[in-house]
């Protein structure tokens, strides 16, 4: 069984950062892609960065240059550097991975931005 554990939401004013963080535990091997989602009220999950094994990253374009994706390996940790905040951030963010090709979510962490 595979567990995620997402914590560091929050409020926050508008221009302000956050650090998420999501720990995996659990039987897992190889876990390959590590990518953060996030839900607004009434709107589809979105995918808003991702990380490979090799550290490649990728971004949602309305992240991009405020958003910072990172992973420590040795500690089974995703990360999400959020600067920068805008109102339109408020959504419960995901973190979800990839490992033996098969693809687990953790429970979600609320991140509210006002303006």
């Known amino acids: 069984q595979v567990q995620l554990v997402e914590s560091g939401g929050g409020l926050v004013q508008a221009g302000g950062s956050l650090r998420l963080s999501c720990e995996a535990s659990?039987?897992?091997?190889?876990?390959?892609?590590m990518d953060w989602f996030r839900q607004a009220p009434g709107k589809q999950r979105e995918l808003v960065a991702t990380i490979t094994s090799r550290r490649n990253t990728g971004y949602a374009d309305s992240v991009k240059g405020r958003f910072t994706i990172s992973r420590d390996n040795a500690k089974n940790t995703l990360y999400l550097q959020m600067n920068s905040l805008k109102p339109e951030d408020t959504a419960v963010y995901y973190c979800?991975?990839?490992?033996?090709?098969?693809?687990?979510w953790g429970q979600g962490t609320q991140v509210t931005v006002s303006s």
């Open positions: 659990g039987n897992i091997f190889n876990i390959n892609t």
């Open positions: 979800s991975i990839i490992a033996t090709a098969q693809r687990y």
